[in-house]
């Protein structure tokens, strides 16, 4: 017999698509993204490795319209944070976040917030889970999904390990464990098996998506000296004006970044010798298009939303293969080449 009631995983769907359209814009889903959103909303614990580019942060977005009660998104950059709650403002959806940023006073109005049912999506840092207090008092909240961005930073195998990840398991428990999704751009079987270990996903949706990206050149240039260098660097900057070279090292970040604003390049600098509130402003100037260029250590870039990045340049050897895709993969989020 047909199903026709108007609630269950079938109808949600069905508004999922709507919410789709009306908040994104977007008339069909890309690929891989509509069997996450519907695990998801068939309330399903999931794991997704998903291509830098390829919407993944929708597939936790959207269902967070549908589902009852706020979907927290652990993030670990608050620039990150701010940009995708920025951009779900934008296009009316009641968003927010909680991170160092704020004064006791505001994070707990934050939470009374969530607790009235004021907000879909709430992004917290992971370092906010450091406080039993404030574990409780999200106790209080409706969770309907706990979604882990970057995930792959709670796992030693991989790249970016972030100690503060680990305590999502103790946070976890202690708020009964609610749905949870985990989410990454690249993830080896072991970053994988951490991620399931360290969540305690139950019977989870596992969707790892390929890492073609069609609209990305790769090109590797044997140089013998080091002006070449920097002129075959110039060169690329020249004709495609808007990226991210990375450096292995903060002096040459100051190097690089100092030669390029000798050529009038507008540039940015950006690694951990810097204060954190620098940081941050360097990296909001480039998300806003306040510079061209930033060059950086491999600190920088983690989830960076700019879609006009035309090309990633790394100026010495990056840290392994994993580290390569995930920063190579920040050109290009437009589609174009």
């Given amino acids: 017999m047909p199903d026709t009631t108007s609630s269950g995983p079938a109808a949600e769907t069905r508004d999922a698509r709507e919410a789709l359209e009306r908040h994104f814009g977007f008339g069909e889903f890309l690929a891989g993204q509509e069997r996450v959103v519907s695990a998801l909303l ?62 006791p006073s505001e994070q707990q109005a934050r939470i009374q917030e969530m607790r009235r049912g004021k907000h879909k999506l709430v992004y917290v840092a992971p370092e906010r889970f450091r406080s039993q207090a404030f574990t409780n008092a999200l106790s ?30 103790q946070a976890l428990e202690a708020l009964d464990h609610p749905q949870t999704a985990a989410f990454t751009a690249t993830a080896t079987e072991d970053v994988r098996a951490d991620i399931l270990k360290h969540l305690a996903l139950r019977d989870p949706f596992v969707s790892i998506s390929g890492f073609e990206r069609p609209n990305l050149s790769l090109a590797v240039t044997q140089i013998s000296k080091v002006r070449e260098k920097y002129d075959r660097l110039e060169a690329i900057v020249r004709e495609h004006k808007t990226g991210i070279v990375y450096c292995a090292t903060r002096r040459k970040v100051e190097e690089v970044a100092d030669s390029l604003a000798l050529m009038g390049v507008k540039v940015v600098a950006y690694h951990g010798g810097m204060e954190d509130a620098e940081r941050e402003r360097v990296q909001n100037v480039f998300l806003d298009r306040g510079k061209d260029v930033a060059v950086a250590t491999n600190a920088f870039g983690m989830g960076i939303d700019r879609s006009d990045v035309r090309f990633v340049v790394h100026f010495e050897t990056p840290g392994s293969i994993e580290a390569y895709y995930q920063e190579a ?7 174009e080449p």
């Fill in 329 to 335: 993969g920040r050109a290009g989020r437009d589609g």
């Fill in 42 to 103: 068939a309330g399903r614990d999931a794991l997704v490795v998903m291509p830098t580019g390829g919407g993944k942060s929708l597939c936790y977005q959207l269902p967070a319209l549908v589902m009852d009660g706020v979907t927290l998104v652990i993030s670990p950059l608050i620039a990150l944070m701010k940009d995708q709650v920025d951009g779900l403002v934008r296009r009316g959806v009641p968003a927010t976040m909680i991170n160092s940023t704020l004064s």
């Fill in 140 to 169: 209080q909240v409706e969770i309907a999904l706990f979604a882990v961005d970057e995930a792959h930073c709670l796992s030693q195998w991989g790249h970016d390990f972030r100690p503060d990840y680990l305590r999502l398991a």
